[in-house]
Nanobody
Framework: QVQLVESGGGSVQAGGSLRVSCAAS????????MAWFRQAPGNEREGVAA???????TYADSVNGRFTISKDNAKNTLYLQMMSLKPEDTAMYYC?????????????????????WGQGTQVTVSS
């Protein structure tokens, strides 16, 4: 049974930092593209950052330079380090996984490219 479990969300003031994690079970990250998406109330789920099996990272323009995605293959854990947080970063953050070849073909930051999802962890940034 493939399972993704996020943790580490919380509340922080603007300008602060937070790290969220995603632990996988039932498979290994090695051949998968991994990504973080977020969804605020009333908004579409949007791609935030993604990392391929080759370790190459991609970021949305809105977080580039502030967020860092990384993974620990030995621990089967994905991370998102968030710095200089803004109120507009407030959202439910989801971990996602998809077959590397399919994601590369379909679109790295597209929701439909991923077929495995966690339950989400809430990040709230106050001004």
């Amino acid at each position: 049974q493939v399972q993704l479990v996020e943790s580490g969300g919380g509340s922080v003031q603007a300008g602060g930092s937070l790290r969220v994690s995603c632990a996988a079970s039932g498979y290994t990250y090695t051949n998968y593209y991994m990504a973080w998406f977020r969804q605020a109330p009333g908004n579409e789920r949007e791609g935030v950052a993604a990392i391929g099996s080759d370790g190459v990272a991609t970021y949305a323009d809105s977080v580039n330079g502030r967020f860092t995605i990384s993974k620990d293959n030995a621990k089967n854990t994905l991370y998102l380090q968030m710095m200089s947080l803004k109120p507009e970063d407030t959202a439910m953050y989801y971990c996602a996984a998809g077959a590397d070849s399919i994601v590369r073909f379909s679109g790295i930051m597209l929701r439909g490219s991923y077929n495995r999802w966690g339950q989400g962890t809430q990040v709230t940034v106050s001004s």
